[in-house]
Nanobody, 124 residues
Framework: QVQLVESGGGLVQAGGSLRLSCVAS????????MGWFRQAPGKEREVVAA????????FYVDSVKGRFTISRDNAKNTVYLQMNSLKPEDTAVYYC?????????????????WGQGTQVTISS
């Protein structure tokens, strides 16, 4: 059993930065792969980034590559998403997710636990 709570969302001007945090409660946090997803109004939830049990294993969707960075601090049971050079197209509710599988997950169905989401709005 894992509970996830996201924070750090807000309203930012295009070109600005935000850092999202996701704090996990439960045992064996370091054994879970973690991911960030986002969902805009009228669109399906899509993967943004993922990080494995090894911090050297990461994935980024093409649209955020070079701008976003996923990281984790197992001592704090926390995963982060650093978002730079933000664009209006990044506006969405961002969700943190956890999975028990060995490999990186890229689909919603790959994940077992979800946070409640945090709103990110980018103005132009």
């Amino acid at each position: 059993q894992v509970q996830l709570v996201e924070s750090g969302g807000g309203l930012v001007q295009a070109g600005g930065s935000l850092r999202l945090s996701c704090v996990a409660s439960g045992r064996s946090f370091s054994s879970y792969g973690m991911g960030w997803f986002r969902q805009a109004p009228g669109k399906e939830r899509e993967v943004v980034a993922a990080i494995g049990r090894s911090v050297s294993t990461t994935f980024y969707v093409d649209s955020v590559k070079g701008r976003f960075t996923i990281s984790r601090d197992n001592a704090k049971n926390t995963v982060y998403l650093q978002m730079n050079s933000l664009k209006p197209e990044d506006t969405a509710v961002y969700y943190c997710a956890a999975r028990s599988g060995v490999w990186l997950g890229r689909l919603v169905k790959d994940y077992d636990y979800w946070g409640q989401g945090t709103q990110v709005t980018i103005s132009s």
